[in-house]
């Protein structure tokens, strides 16, 4: 029997990074949530870098974020995000919350898939993303 051919590697064009406590918490269970959460991220680093997000439901404050990889400088998103300083009215609770974002240690779509991880992909809005949300 002939050999099969080796798989290719995958397209190295994506980068990961993994938010901690995301806003809003759980942005994966309904629709407007993971619009809100796509918006957050836009305001950050455009729209148009933003491919999709993951998440593992054994993990449930942490999403998986998808971006092209010549994007922006990300230094912008890396770090802590405090949820008072980009909501336009939080609530005490909410002014407390913090969200970090750092890389992820998974690297290639494959990966992320293997972990578990179900894709949403970031929703596309008609409406101009604001630094307040």
């Keep these: 029997m002939p050999k099969r051919a080796p798989t290719p590697p ?19 269970l309904a629709l ?5 959460f796509a918006r957050w991220i ?3 680093i455009g729209q148009e870098h933003i491919l999709a997000f993951y998440h593992k439901p ?17 230094d ?20 407390r919350e913090v969200s970090s974002i750092f890389p992820c240690t998974l690297t290639t779509t494959r990966m ?3 972990a578990g991880r179900p894709k949403q992909f970031a929703l596309a809005s008609r409406q ?3 630094h307040r949300l």
């Design 10 to 28: 995958p397209a190295d064009d994506t980068r990961f990074f993994t938010v901690v406590n995301p806003y809003p918490e759980q942005p994966y």
């Design 32 to 36: 407007d949530d993971s619009r809100t």
């Design 42 to 44: 836009a305001c950050i």
């Design 58 to 74: 054994k993990s449930p404050n942490v999403v998986l974020i998808e971006t092209l990889k010549d994007g922006p400088d990300f």
């Design 76 to 95: 912008r998103l890396m770090g802590e995000h405090r949820w008072c300083e980009f909501l336009q009215k939080p609530t005490p609770v909410e002014s």
């Design 112 to 114: 992320v898939q293997k």
């Design 128 to 130: 101009p993303y604001s």
